[in-house]
């Protein structure tokens, strides 16, 4: 497994991806041809440029170059800046819509995270149904994951953020209104007046 990150990424790649199998490459203009950020630039050149001989490549949202004779893969989580273009700024219309038309062009299979992403690839991008997988983003909940003791993990992170043992409501998301956290806050209003407890917490 290959990864090409910027200089920004080094250090949480430090600590979640240090593995044998894994093999982090630090991506350059000089090095490889990807500028910093990478979804403006015009040009992405091959994947065999990009990361050498692999196996597969997957493409996430900042670079999609040409296969070459690699397969590709991507992962699409919505369709939103086509449906509900909206409550999306203009640079993730932008960037989107490049993603996407690769996606149909290049990709050999395209990973959604639900039936109706799924759904809405055919319906909006006329994909191949055949080329769609999905799969979800949960992992199961019966395996643990990262630390060797989930609980004192988990009781370390609640003292850290001032929870204590407070039940609480999590939300995870980018501060746009696409992601409608007006309406969590108007929801939480009404839930803290019967249950004083519990704490929103805003990911």
Known sequence: YQHVVTEAARPILARYAAHPRVTIRYGSLLTNGVPRGGFWAPWHGTVRQLVGA???YHANDFL???PGGIP???TILDLTTCTHPE???ATNRWRDARKLAWAVRSATRMIAISQATADDVVRVLHADPARIQVVYLARDTDKQVGDANPAEAIARVRQQVGLG???F???VGTYEPRKNQARLLEAFARLAKTHPTVRLVLA
Request: with cysteine.
């Open 169 to 171: 409501v999590l939300s």
């Open 64 to 66: 999609w170059p040409r």
């Open 72 to 74: 590709c893969v991507t």
């Open 165 to 167: 043992d407070a039940p």
């Open 87 to 89: 409550t999306h700024k």
């Open 54 to 56: 692999v196996d597969v």
